[in-house]
């Protein structure tokens, strides 16, 4: 079975930039789009990004949209999520995951699998 590994979270300062990376144990972004969710503690897991399916834009949440930015390395199987101007509303539980083309386009929760463990990013003053 295919795992995501993501990492890159941390502490960080308002007004920081970081980038999330997400491995892939097997070649899983050659059937499905690589995407980002993330969840803070009490709330629901949110959409943050997914790649463009087909010769589309990728998708991002209206939250992060112009600060954020998804991209993949196909050479070394990972997907990377770029975060920048971040503030206190950004700090959460950071997962990667996959929709398969069959659900394209897609920002369901529940059309994506796997899903890494995540990657902590916290956002202090």
């Known amino acids: 079975q295919v795992q995501l590994v993501e990492s890159g979270g941390g502490v960080v300062q308002t007004g920081d930039s970081v980038r999330l990376s997400c491995a892939a144990s097997g070649r899983i972004f050659e059937s499905r789009l690589p995407g980002w969710f993330r969840q803070a503690p009490g709330k629901e897991r949110e959409f943050v990004a997914v790649e463009g399916w087909r010769d589309s834009s990728p998708l991002y949440a209206d939250s992060v949209k112009g600060r954020f930015t998804i991209s993949r390395d196909d050479a070394k199987n990972t997907v990377y999520l770029q975060m920048s101007s971040l503030t206190h509303e950004d700090a959460s539980l950071y997962y990667c995951?996959?929709?398969?083309?069959?659900?394209?386009?897609?920002?369901?929760?529940?059309?994506?699998?796997?899903w890494g463990q995540g990657t902590q990013v916290t956002v202090s003053s």
């Open positions: 995951t996959a929709t398969p083309f069959s659900k394209c386009p897609s920002t369901a929760a529940k059309n994506f699998r796997p």
